[in-house]
């Protein structure tokens, strides 16, 4: 089945220092991709909805400005987290689909962010 | 009221037995309704979908949607210490590519 990948699995980094985090499509094109948080025990949180070669749509309340997205080709959309925070530690996760169609996201194995 | 409720559990069942996992959600507009399997720091897999009301099933997994009431189930027959994980229930208004609204999820223990 389709192969989303996301990169690293797992990061700690200095509070104010930025982390990028990489959500690719292994063999599909994706002109659309996901990016969604979740905190311990809680659901899936939809963060922004990542667009080839356009801005970013973001969920409200969450801060454009710290949570840049970046979809630069149709396989790759970047999350970087900017000035981190101990409450910005969180498991990031992407998603996608081959075919557009909702019953086919496939999501990434998930990045876990510990701010210190 | 959230738009999607689901019991976090923790639900613990001996091996072979049949494990009910079930969700509410509020806005009748969903129509499609995903269940996906979450081992712990991977991400979601896809178990099975369904449109609209029914029934549907897949080896030892049957999933349920009951519009009218607005509550979707899924069973697990035979349960295995394998299928111990986190299971989310997700909705979404449209059958094209729109982000998913997912319910807590229930952590599920089947012990052998």
């Known amino acids: 089945g389709a192969v989303v990948s996301q990169h690293p699995s797992w990061v700690i980094c200095k509070s104010g220092t930025s982390v990028k985090i990489e959500c690719r499509s292994l063999?599909?094109?994706?002109?659309?991709m996901f990016w969604y948080r979740q905190f311990p025990k809680q659901s899936l949180m939809l963060m922004a909805t990542s667009n080839e070669g356009s801005k970013a749509t973001y969920e409200q309340g969450v801060e454009k400005d710290k949570f840049l997205i970046n979809h630069a080709s149709l396989t790759l959309s970047t999350l970087t987290v900017t000035s981190a925070h101990p409450e910005d530690s969180s498991f990031y996760i992407c998603?996608?689909?081959?075919?557009?169609?909702?019953?086919?996201?496939?999501f990434g194995q998930g990045t876990r962010l510990t701010v210190v | 009221q959230k738009e999607v409720e689901q019991d976090p559990g923790p639900l613990s069942v001996p091996e072979g037995a049949i494990v009910s996992l079930n969700c509410t959600y509020s806005n009748s507009a969903f129509q499609y309704f995903m269940w996906y399997r979450q081992y712990s720091r991977k991400g979601p897999e896809l178990l099975m979908y369904t449109y609209s009301s029914g029934n549907k099933e897949d080896g030892r997994f049957t999933a349920q949607v009951d519009k009218s009431s607005k509550y979707i189930s899924l069973f697990i027959r035979d349960s295995q210490p394998s299928d111990s994980a986190t299971y989310l229930c997700a909705m979404s208004y449209l059958s094209g590519n729109t982000p998913l609204v997912f319910g807590k999820g229930t952590r599920l223990s089947v012990i052998a």
């Open positions: 063999d599909f094109q994706a002109t659309t």
């Open positions: 998603s996608a689909s081959p075919q557009g169609l909702v019953t086919e996201a496939f």
